[in-house]
């Protein structure tokens, strides 16, 4: 039997076909080794803090509870059994810790029911932490980043932290859910903890803007004008809530990728209330 002669052209494409092949595979491994790098590190970092247990925290079937108090809810969801709301209690964090490994440490973001549990940085601009993770490192993970122009202190009007919309679910990509109403109903709040002070971040909008739009503003000229962009910021949410900041309020914007058209954005905003540490 003869064996079939390849043409130049065949072998030429043969070649790099498997080149091509080639080349994908040390790309994925290089993305994949990032995340695992990513999630070493973050990991790590879990050892400075006692999460709330969550189930522990749910009231008993029956019992009366005040909400504010308890931390979460159990709601009946007809013939589909419970619904959990994920409310939970204040994380403990060991910021003083955190702080001699990085001293560009400003606080901790935790959302209950989610994978937001970081620690967050701020660094002199915005382009740094965007690309290197708590501890330094070059990754693509990046780090949960306060805005450069606020006040370490989280004492500007809106307090604004980055993250990137990670495909494997880590760092802020949680925040695109929040487009889903059923999803706002069981995450309606987060957490924040810094060295002064503990929050609970009552949510209260959630939407696709983009790198031009007024979400960025960090302070306001009257409260006037503060009122009124909270309006515009509540009538974008997608999702319902009767959640509604008032002109005396100090919000959180927390930012991440979208893929809904170019420099799109997912951002998600919360009122600050000031919480027992």
């Known amino acids: 039997m003869k064996r079939r002669k390849w043409k130049k052209s065949e072998v030429i494409i043969a070649i790099l076909l498997d080149l091509l092949g080639v080349v994908a595979i040390v790309a994925l491994s290089s993305i994949l080794l990032e995340y695992m790098g990513g999630s070493t590190v973050y990991n790590d970092l879990e050892k400075y803090v006692i999460l709330p247990d969550e189930q522990a925290d749910l009231p008993v079937e029956g019992e009366s509870v005040d909400y504010a108090q308890a931390g979460q809810d ?57 690309t290197h993770m708590f501890d330094g490192k070059e990754n693509k993970c990046g780090s949960i980043f306060m805005d450069s122009l606020n006040n370490a202190d989280f004492s500007n009007t809106n307090s604004i932290l980055h993250g990137h919309h990670m495909k494997n679910g880590s760092m802020f990509a949680s925040l695109a859910q929040y487009e889903s109403q059923e999803y706002y109903d069981s995450h309606p709040v ?12 009552e949510v209260f909008t959630g939407f696709v803007t983009d790198t031009d739009s007024d979400v960025w503003q960090i302070e306001f000229a009257a409260k006037e004008d503060y009122k009124s962009w909270l309006d515009s910021m509540k009538k974008n949410s997608m999702f319902a809530c009767d959640v509604m900041p008032g002109a005396e309020d100090q919000i959180l914007t927390l930012a991440t990728c979208s893929y809904k058209y170019d420099d799109a954005r997912f951002v998600v905003m919360g009122i600050l209330r000031e919480a027992d540490q």
């Open 190 to 201: 987060l957490w924040l903890v810094t060295s002064e002070k503990s929050y609970l971040v």
């Open 74 to 130: 159990e709601k009946s969801d007809g013939a589909s059994g419970p619904k959990v709301v994920h409310y939970g209690r204040c994380p403990q964090v060991d910021l003083a810790s955190l702080r001699v490994l990085n001293n560009d440490v400003v606080g901790w973001i935790y959302g209950p029911g989610t994978k937001i549990n970081y620690p967050i940085v701020q660094g002199e601009d915005n382009s740094f932490y965007l």
